[in-house]
């Protein structure tokens, strides 16, 4: 069943739609997340910047122990799968390490700032990471 809705997400494949998720999954990698938390902690609000850490490094330990709960393999290499950055699809599939980054970085953001353009920017953005994972294969 995943894998049928993988394929269907893939179907509408374009190199503008490659590229466009390609830059949306990065916001959910820890890659972006570090210097984020950083920038935040020394620049802008050290409480939050704690908070937001303490948010990022709790999901990313619950998010390892789910994966090995669940041990989902990764689609990799499935007929009709294209994968593109598979160098980010390391270890188990579910649930996505991108997408829960993304959701507890934006949650954190969303109850730390109460703005609603914010709450729904940051909505469509965890939608996207999560829309990414599935697009890249």
């Not at 729904?120 to 599935?134: A, E, K, P, V």
Request: proline share 4%; charged share 20%.
């Amino acid at each position: 069943m995943e894998l049928d809705l993988i394929r269907a997400v893939q179907s509408i494949h374009t190199p503008f739609l490659d590229a466009f998720f390609e830059g949306i999954t990065i916001f959910g990698e820890e890659l972006f997340m570090v210097p984020l938390l950083a920038i935040i902690y020394w620049t802008m609000n050290k409480k939050f910047g704690e908070t937001l850490a303490y948010t990022v490094f709790t999901s990313l330990l619950l998010n390892n122990t789910l994966k090995e709960m669940f041990s989902f393999e990764r689609p990799i290499g499935e007929e009709g799968i294209r994968t593109l950055r598979p160098e980010t699809a390391t270890g188990k599939s579910f649930p996505s390490g991108h997408s829960q980054n993304g959701a507890a970085t934006g949650g954190a953001f969303m109850i730390e700032y109460k703005k609603k353009w914010l709450t729904l920017l940051l909505g469509i953005l965890i939608f996207l990471i999560g829309l990414s994972r599935i697009y890249l294969g």
